[in-house]
């Protein structure tokens, strides 16, 4: 059993040390793997052999279009458990990319379902889980398809600045103009051009020496502009 690997799986929310304690087998399981910006971690409809805990980084959950466009239908950051879809004897349902560069545990569904047998309290704990991501799928499709396109990029906005744990709430680091429309359902000039209106209004204002797309956000503000 490595100490490590359960520490670190218990402070991801994955599981409490006492109840990774029981489970030697899970443990020796686990495999780390690595993912740069834009990697596939998995394909839609490829078989959905395991789960993977995200330790580092954000990925997103695509879904492609019949007119050939790409929809981004969810985020998941570090704590996040994806590619469960197997726990039910399906496919994955999505393709998984690495948004910048991500760290991931990878658990086979074999260790999970054995859970399900010898510890159904265990199990339950992480179908509900999978649950509560189903819900917010619901809560992404209603934020961010609906409205004028000005209030979905200030809801957006507002939730990355959220979603990072790390920046502070009025710090937010911006997906690309193309992955903001993957997750809006419009162009990327519609959202670039609103993009520029928030910095020119100063709703976004630059933050001078960054290495990545680091904002202050008038949180206020963008608050009015998501109230149609």
């Known amino acids: 059993m490595n ?18 304690e029981t489970q030697p087998s899970l443990l020796a399981a686990v495999s780390e793997h690595d993912y740069e910006p834009g990697e596939t971690i998995y394909q839609n409809d490829d078989e959905s052999k395991s789960a993977f805990v995200i330790r580092e980084g954000l990925v997103k959950l695509l879904t492609h279009l019949p007119n050939g466009q790409s929809r981004i239908v969810r985020l998941h950051k570090p704590g996040s458990t994806i590619g469960m879809d197997g726990l039910m004897e399906l496919s994955h349902q999505h393709y998984a990319v690495a948004v910048d560069a991500v760290r991931t545990f990878q658990i086979p569904h074999t260790e999970l379902l054995r859970l399900k047998e010898n510890e159904p309290q265990l199990y339950a704990g992480l179908l509900e889980k999978w649950h509560e991501y189903l819900v917010y799928a619901d809560t992404w499709i209603t934020d961010f398809s609906t409205g004028k396109i000005r209030g979905r990029v200030a809801r957006l906005v507002r939730f990355l600045a959220r979603f990072d744990e790390d920046t502070g709430p009025q710090i937010v680091k911006l997906l690309t103009t193309e992955e903001m429309s993957e997750a809006l359902g419009v162009t990327p000039e519609s959202v670039s051009r609103v993009i520029a209106e928030f910095k020119r209004e100063g709703i976004l204002e630059s933050i001078e020496n960054n290495p990545e797309s680091l904002f202050s956000c008038d949180l206020r503000r963008l608050r009015q502009e998501t109230r149609e």
């Open 3 to 20: 100490p490590d690997i359960k520490k670190e799986l218990a402070q991801l929310g994955f599981l409490d040390e006492d109840a990774l």
